[in-house]
């Protein structure tokens, strides 16, 4: 069966694509690699802050707190051009505050990578989960609540994505294809 890459050369990607999910799902892993693929430029949007403040996530957390971490996620997000391909990671929160959600589907493509906690779990115990801020000094079972509950809230956002990806099951040549086949039935 041919699939979309086939005609790779001939993609025209000419908006952003939105990396969207709970923390450790995956969103700069799967992004950096469609980038690649696709041959678009990769923008990790956590980075951009950290090169933009000059500080870690979870200094800039500690010292001027969530809300303003959120203002400014938003000033970042809405900073990258809307009439170009680009693939984007976002951060974890960043859909669920300031009608960035809406934002990113009105100019671009959403992808949301989707795991259950249990996985999400798996993939943040450990170092991974000791640079993120909402996580810090979390035993295990804290942090499965954490994640659970946070989940719940979050997913009202998450599931107004354009694209619901299973982040167990995908590879990043099938999430490009089904980039590529939304954006033809556009």
Known sequence: MPSSLDNL???????PVFFIGFMGCGKTTMGKKIAKK???????????IVEHTGMAISDYFALHGENAFRGLETQMLK??????????????GAACFNEN???MNEIGITVYLK??????LKRLSGKEGSSRPL???????????????????????Y??????????????TQVLDLI???????
């Open 9 to 15: 050369p001939n993609m025209d990607i000419t908006q």
């Open 38 to 48: 696709s041959g678009l430029p990769f923008i990790d949007l956590d980075q951009q």
């Open 79 to 92: 900073s990258i051009p809307d009439n170009q391909g680009n693939i984007i990671s976002t951060g974890g």
């Open 101 to 103: 959600m809406q934002w």
């Open 115 to 120: 795991l259950p906690p249990n996985a999400l």
């Open 135 to 157: 996580l810090q000094n979390k035993s295990d079972d804290e942090m499965l609540d954490f994640i659970t509950t946070k989940l719940d809230e979050r997913e009202k956002f």
């Open 159 to 172: 599931s107004k994505a354009k694209l619901i990806i299973d982040g167990h099951n995908m590879n990043p």
């Open 180 to 186: 590529l086949t939304k954006l033809r039935s556009k």
